[in-house]
Structures are given as structure tokens and as C-alpha cells.
């Protein structure tokens, strides 16, 4: 598996698929706020990697509480309903070109680590 797919695949799990079911309505409307944010700024820094990185950073910072949200949802093995499921994957399908792009940068590799919910999600080490 590349390190593009693997990128791919942990920020459509780790981050898709374990926010809660919908008890807390908000914090799942947060969620996927958040995960819009992401999007929308990798398919504008496309092309520019170092960018990327800082801007993904920079929401990561701005987003602990919706980040924390998930962690704890991802221990709890709570999952989002299907519909929340697919605007995350729709948000993975805009992002491809960004991630094709700079998917190999380690800079980026390491501000999508930071969103880790686990060790199985757990980016494969920059090189």
C-alpha cells in the first residue's frame, strides 16, 4: 500500500467513520465541519505542499475540541450514520488530487499524523 492510500485510508476511517451516532447531533454537525475545513484546504493547496501542511496544522490547532470529540468516540466504537459516512468520503474523493499531489511530503504525512485516533490508524513513519 502507498503511502497515498494509507493517508487516504486513515483519513477516511479515523476521522469518517467514529464520531458519534448521532446522541450529540452537534458535535456530529462540528465533526464534519471540521473535516469540510480539511478538505477545503487541501484541494486549494494542491499544489503548493508546504502549504498544505501549514494549513492543516493551523485547523488541527483551531479544532482540538471536535478532534478530542472523535478520539473519544473512536474509543467508544461509537459509528457515524451512513450519511455522515458518505460526506466524508465525498470530502476523500475532492481531496485526491491534493493528496496525489503531496500525499509523499513528510510535512503533510506528519500534520494528517497528528490526527491519529489510534494505533491503527497511525500514519507510516516520513521518510
Same mark, same amino acid.
Given at each position: 500500500?502507498?503511502? %497515498?492510500?494509507?493517508?487516504?485510508?486513515? &483519513?477516511?476511517?479515523? &476521522?469518517?467513520? *467514529?464520531?458519534? *451516532?448521532?446522541?450529540?447531533?452537534?458535535?456530529?454537525?462540528?465533526?464534519?465541519?471540521?473535516?469540510?475545513?480539511?478538505?477545503?484546504?487541501?484541494?486549494?493547496?494542491?499544489?503548493? !505542499?508546504?502549504?498544505?501542511?501549514?494549513?492543516?496544522?493551523? %485547523?488541527?490547532?483551531? $479544532? $482540538?475540541?471536535?478532534?478530542?470529540?472523535?478520539?473519544?468516540?473512536?474509543?467508544?466504537?461509537?459509528?457515524?450514520?451512513?450519511?455522515?459516512?458518505?460526506?466524508?468520503?465525498?470530502?476523500?474523493? *475532492?481531496?485526491?488530487?491534493? &493528496?496525489? $499531489? !503531496?500525499?509523499?511530503?513528510?510535512?503533510?504525512?506528519?500534520?494528517?499524523? *497528528?490526527? $491519529?485516533?489510534?494505533?491503527?490508524?497511525?500514519?507510516?513513519?516520513?521518510?
Amino acid at each position: 500500500m502507498t503511502k %497515498l492510500s494509507i493517508l487516504t485510508f486513515i &483519513l477516511a476511517t479515523a &476521522l469518517g467513520a *467514529r464520531v458519534s *451516532r448521532a446522541d450529540d447531533n452537534a458535535d456530529l454537525k462540528k465533526f464534519l465541519a471540521f473535516m469540510d475545513k480539511i478538505t477545503d484546504a487541501v484541494v486549494a493547496d494542491k499544489d503548493t !505542499c508546504p502549504k498544505m501542511a501549514t494549513d492543516i496544522n493551523s %485547523l488541527i490547532d483551531a $479544532n $482540538n475540541e471536535v478532534i478530542e470529540i472523535g478520539k473519544k468516540a473512536a474509543a467508544a466504537g461509537k459509528q457515524m450514520p451512513a450519511d455522515a459516512q458518505k460526506h466524508v468520503q465525498d470530502d476523500v474523493k *475532492r481531496m485526491m488530487p491534493g &493528496l496525489q $499531489n !503531496c500525499g509523499q511530503n513528510k510535512d503533510v504525512q506528519a500534520a494528517f499524523g *497528528r490526527l $491519529n485516533f489510534g494505533p491503527k490508524h497511525a500514519p507510516p513513519p516520513a521518510k
